[in-house]
T-cell receptor, first 111, second 115 residues
Framework: AQKITQTQPGMFVQEKEAVTLDCTYDTSDQSYGLFWYKQPSSGEMIFLIYQGSYDEQNATEGRYSLNFQKARKSANLVISASQLGDSAMYFCATYDYKLSFGAGTTVTVRA | DGGITQSPKYLFRKEGQNVTLSCEQNLNHDAMYWYRQDPGQGLRLIYYSQIVNDFQKGDIAEGYSVSREKKESFPLTVTSAQKNPTAFYLC??????????????FGPGTRLTVL
């Protein structure tokens, strides 16, 4: 089974600044996918960004980018120019035949 | 609008009762999933289905049952055998491709409370 570790239970960031959320994973598979999801207080899980293990370029989606370091088994999410609406819980997940989630990191954006 | 709907949003159940959570999608996705989330934790997979009339147990299937009679629908029944059913339940769907690229999209969730 895949294991996902998110070591930061909570983070505070000032509006308009960037924040990096850490994620490390443990897998013996050569081919796998990495996902980040956002969960606001409403509860819905919102897909943010995907990185394939064979992708040479780091994934980017608007203000979200993924710092993928395959040898270190690390897939950190960078949120640039933070907005108040970014306050939420963020989950890292990997996929083999199913999604395995980390415990999440709570981000609070301060005005 | 394409999406995933879950109903009800809030559900209260007495101990010893079975209850069924609804999940419907109009994304034409083949695969559907049920997850459970406890406060302050990540999601754990209960059941998943990759095709109609077929489903597999996830990591915490005990005390739950599912059916997949239609592509669009994947209801979850929480039975009286589930020892601690109070949790947030999320349904998801995906195209169903293999190889790690299959993005799952989630519904709004159902919050179940056992009284």
């Amino acid at each position: 089974a895949q294991k996902i570790t998110q070591t930061q239970p909570g983070m505070f960031v000032q509006e308009k600044e960037a924040v990096t959320l850490d994620c490390t994973y443990d897998t013996s598979d050569q081919s796998y996918g990495l996902f980040w999801y956002k969960q606001p207080s409403s509860g819905e899980m919102i897909f943010l960004i995907y990185q394939g293990s064979y992708d040479e370029q780091n994934a980017t989606e608007g203000r979200y980018s993924l710092n993928f370091q395959k040898a270190r088994k690390s897939a950190n999410l960078v949120i640039s120019a933070s907005q108040l609406g970014d306050s939420a819980m963020y989950f890292c997940a990997t996929y083999d035949y199913k999604l395995s989630f980390g415990a999440g990191t709570t981000v609070t954006v301060r005005a | 609008d394409g999406g995933i709907t879950q109903s009800p949003k809030y559900l209260f159940r007495k101990e010893g009762q079975n209850v069924t959570l609804s999940c419907e999608q109009n994304l034409n996705h083949d695969a559907m999933y049920w997850y459970r989330q406890d406060p302050g934790q990540g999601l754990r997979l209960i059941y998943y289905s990759q095709i109609v009339n077929d489903f597999q147990k996830g990591d915490i299937a005990e005390g739950y049952s599912v059916s997949r009679e239609k592509k669009e629908s994947f209801p979850l029944t929480v039975t009286s055998a589930q020892k601690n059913p109070t949790a947030f339940y999320l349904c998801a769907s995906s195209i169903g491709t293999s190889g790690g690229t299959d993005t799952q999209y989630f519904g709004p969730g159902t919050r179940l409370t056992v009284l």
